[in-house]
């Protein structure tokens, strides 16, 4: 098993010092990562967690999954890796442009 675990449903008002907090209790804590969005600046509601080892991740897992931080019930798991997506999108995409008299054709 790994020691990094996903965290959802958090918050919006969470902050890392209060997941840190939280799972400090717990084991030791070696990093701690609330995603935000790059736009607003807000927090994503989700984030990651890497504890020491693999037993103390198992003990976080089984006392804060369901349990309250900021009102709400949090949802605690091994955080799965990455995985890759198809290239080319999400970029700008270019459109043909045709005469007034290919009007129709679209």
Known sequence: MSSKLFVGNLS????????????????TVTETNLLMDRETGRPRGFGFITMSSAEE????????NGSQLGGRALTVNV?????ERAGGGGGRREFRV?????????
């Open 12 to 27: 919006f008002d969470t902050t890392e010092n209060d997941l840190q907090d939280a799972f400090a209790a717990h084991g």
């Open 57 to 64: 991740a198992q003990k976080a897992i089984e006392a804060l």
């Open 79 to 83: 955080a799965k890796p990455r995985e």
């Open 98 to 106: 045709r005469g007034n008299g290919d009007r129709n054709r679209y």
